[in-house]
């Protein structure tokens, strides 16, 4: 899941600036189970920012809503709608729902949170970065640890020189990636697979590619079928 | 400034110490237990016009459910966070880990709040409906 | 009827005075436990499959023979004592003289009180089994090796009898111990004493067997220790973190003799209130519809009240949940509710509240 957190609401205050009418956008999805833009968080930003505006007599109206995904049209659209009569819309999803609610929108539409990563829940509350989405997954041969996303410095073939005692030296609360895929392979008696030297990869599918696109060409249906469903021509 | 508005938010078995306090120009608002606080309860408080909130709880470690004091303090410090982002003390709110026999430490915290209120003033509410 | 989980010591005194206060006891063993017998007692020896309802309206259904019974019980007592775990050095332990005649034994003894879990009444035993062992044979040393001395009360007095008679007591955390030859430094004076013992009698570490077997059954809580988890204590004593069921003996803690004898009269004694007192809790509800199954409610409540269900929705157990409000609040769909602490209904208590105080 995408792991996102709320920005400093002295940021989002800021980001506001004049406008009076704000939509706060809820997302029931990743970024309500993170904890960052679910309905919890729209009611306890909803009331922060009523609160300042209230200080600083600034008559802000604030309303809520919350949809089970900011990153489908369908449920964009639903937002855009009901942000009719608003100034801005102030999105908790992450940095895919802002963008799916503009491109719907004719008011703008404001990010409440900082995107992170990819990743989920060590325990209640702490989140970790899993996976770097780099398009050619390896998992298969690092004993099912990302050394992308986990290692400091990616590294194929590792560990570096800065591990010590299992810790990453840029953070001793930092896991080393090659420590845990050793232990992780040691468990799985698969150690021997240390000693094969990863290739470099290939790194087309990844961001260095461009901004990419999947296309399940089964699912997509044809000019005919959409001109029907739309109710064109 | 001769009247300052705290509220009490306590759990239900708190509720007759904190009542029987009878503290002047306070209001206390009761939950089954203290994990039900959130901070857009809190936050809700000062935007009606309360000067100052106290969340008085349990010992820690002595909550009925286990867990309800340890919630109040995690939501207490995030509120203090915000609060003091949107330009009010964190002063302002303040939680109270008490035993039901000794109101007299309630007591003391809400003096010293008043006393709080005082040198801050009144947070500044002109939109509320006070 | 009272369930009463246990076939040891703790069981037989719980049974009997739930019997003394005109209740009807069903205890209940595991088919491969041993138990004592008691003519006025029905045991059954089987597995507790489940245990669903409130205090006072309980449904245990238990496999006996490979047939499921079910019973209606009142409240349940968890009567499984602590046991000796099977140590694995060839040392005599405490327990084995208690069973079996040491007094005859002479020479140098060495009764040896470091293990890492014991019982609490190790101490005393040891203590008055010196005390046999040195009156039937005043010619034997007998040494008592130990980091602290812990007989409590009123078993002060014989640990000053023992110490009249001769029985050397050492406090000494560094104990070295091999081939016969014992090397222990005594922590006030700092000297390194060498005995050769005849005999090294060792305490134990005790364990509650198959605690986290029947912790899921009852879905109670387990101390790390592997204890039962006692209900925090403005439950009152003996309870477990479920409402009407009730910790007696050691299933919770180490204990002496005496104070298991009162733990298990009291776990008797509430647990036949209890079932006279029916327990009805409001539940928090689930609106399947909100609920983005993001495990928060399951992984925040301590009395394992949520789980997800079969449409990958969270629901909350009605026997189980407390009425505390925890995954209301943190539910970050808002999907749980819980009626007069809903976010609307809590926000418009704020507003009342705040608005009679200005007016």
């Known amino acids: 899941m995408i792991i996102a957190e709320r920005k400093p609401i002295s940021?989002?205050?800021?980001i506001i600036g004049n406008n009076k009418k704000i939509l706060i956008a809820g997302c029931r999805s990743c970024a309500s189970v993170c904890m960052a833009g679910g309905d919890r968080e729209v009611a306890t930003l909803s009331e922060a920012l009523g609160l300042y505006s209230d200080l600083n007599s600034l008559g802000w109206e604030i309303s809520e809503i919350s949809k089970e995904r900011q990153c489908e049209k369908e449920w964009a659209r639903e937002i855009a709608e009901e942000a009719s009569s608003a100034d801005v819309i102030l999105s908790l999803g992450c940095g895919v729902g802002v963008q799916f609610i503009q491109e719907v929108s004719g008011i703008p539409v404001f990010p409440g949170l900082n995107t992170s990563n990819m990743g989920g829940p060590e325990e209640q509350g702490i989140y970790l970065e899993k996976c770097g989405g780099c398009g050619d997954c390896t998992l298969h041969l690092t004993g099912g640890i990302c050394p992308i996303a986990r290692c400091s410095k990616s590294m194929l073939n590792g560990p570096c020189g800065g591990s010590q005692n299992g810790k990453c030296e840029i953070n001793p609360d930092t896991q080393c990636a090659w420590d845990a895929i050793y232990q992780n392979l040691k468990r799985l008696n698969c150690l021997e697979m240390l000693s094969?030297?990863?290739?470099p990869k290939n790194w087309i599918p990844s961001r260095s590619g461009g901004p990419r696109k999947i296309i399940r060409k089964e699912m997509v249906l044809s000019e005919d079928e959409k001109k029907i469903k739309e109710g064109l021509e | 400034m001769n009247d300052c508005s705290i509220l009490i938010i306590c759990c239900e078995k708190m509720k007759e110490t904190v009542e029987r306090a009878s503290l002047e120009n306070s209001a206390v608002l009761a939950l089954p237990c203290l994990g039900r606080i959130d901070e857009a309860v809190i936050l809700r408080a000062f935007r009606k016009g309360a000067d100052a909130v106290i969340v008085a709880g349990c010992v820690?470690?002595?909550?009925?459910?286990?867990?309800?004091?340890y919630q109040a303090r995690r939501c207490v410090n995030e509120v203090r966070d915000i609060l003091e982002e949107i330009g009010i003390s964190g002063e302002r709110l303040e939680i109270l880990n008490l035993s039901p026999n000794q109101a007299v430490d309630l007591v003391n915290l809400f003096e010293n709040m008043k006393e709080v209120v005082l040198r801050l003033g009144h947070p500044d509410i002109l939109g509320a409906e006070r | 009827m009272i369930l009463i989980v246990g076939g040891g010591k703790s069981s037989e005194i719980a049974a009997e005075e739930v019997i003394r206060q005109g209740a009807v006891p069903l205890r209940l063993v595991l088919p491969e436990e041993t138990f004592s017998f008691l003519p006025d007692v029905e045991t059954v020896k089987g597995r507790l499959l489940s245990f669903t309802g409130v205090q006072g309206n309980f449904q245990a259904e238990i496999e006996i023979d490979r047939e499921v019974k079910k019973f209606?019980?009142?409240?349940?007592?968890?009567a499984v004592d602590e046991t000796p775990k099977v140590s694995d050095t060839d040392c005599?332990?405490?327990?084995?003289?208690l069973e079996n005649n040491y007094l005859k034994c002479s020479g140098t003894i060495v009764i040896l009180l470091d293990a890492k879990k014991p019982s609490r009444a190790s101490h005393i035993v040891a203590v008055?089994?010196?005390?046999?062992?040195?009156?039937?044979?005043?010619?034997?040393?007998?040494?008592?090796?130990?980091?602290e001395v812990r007989t409590f009360g009123l078993d002060e007095l014989e640990y000053c009898k023992a110490q009249?008679?001769?029985?050397i007591f050492i406090r000494a955390e560094d104990i070295k111990h091999s081939s016969g030859k014992m090397k222990v430094t005594d922590s006030p004076s700092g000297k390194v004493l060498d005995i050769t013992p005849d005999l090294v009698i060792t305490d134990e570490e005790q364990e509650v067997k198959n605690a986290a077997l029947w912790a899921k059954a009852f879905s109670i809580n387990l101390y790390e220790d592997g204890h039962f988890r006692l209900g925090n204590v403005s439950r009152g004593p003996v309870t477990s973190m479920r409402n009407g069921v009730f910790l007696c003996g050691t299933a919770s803690r180490a204990l002496l003799p005496r104070e298991m004898d009162t733990s298990a009269r009291a776990a008797a004694t509430r647990a036949v209130t209890a079932s006279q007192t029916p327990l009805m809790l409001n539940s928090a509800e689930v609106d399947e519809e909100k609920c983005a199954s993001c495990m928060t409610c399951v992984r925040v409540c301590l009395f394992h009240a949520p789980s997800i269900n079969e449409k990958g929705k969270s629901e909350i157990c009605r026997d189980l949940c407390q009425s505390c409000g925890l995954c209301v609040n943190l539910c970050p769909a808002s999907a749980i509710s819980f009626k007069g602490v809903s976010r609307i209904e809590l926000r418009n208590a704020v507003d009342d509240v705040l608005r009679c105080l200005h007016e």
């Open chain 1, 11 to 14: 940021e989002i205050i800021s």
């Open chain 1, 196 to 199: 094969e030297i990863i290739p």
């Open chain 2, 60 to 69: 820690e470690g002595n909550c009925k459910y286990n867990s309800g004091n």
């Open chain 3, 72 to 78: 209606n019980v009142g409240a349940a007592v968890i």
């Open chain 3, 92 to 97: 005599i332990t405490l327990s084995s003289i």
């Open chain 3, 128 to 147: 008055e089994k010196a005390i046999e062992i040195k009156d039937n044979n005043p010619d034997c040393r007998i040494y008592i090796i130990t980091p």
């Open chain 3, 164 to 167: 009249k008679k001769g029985i």
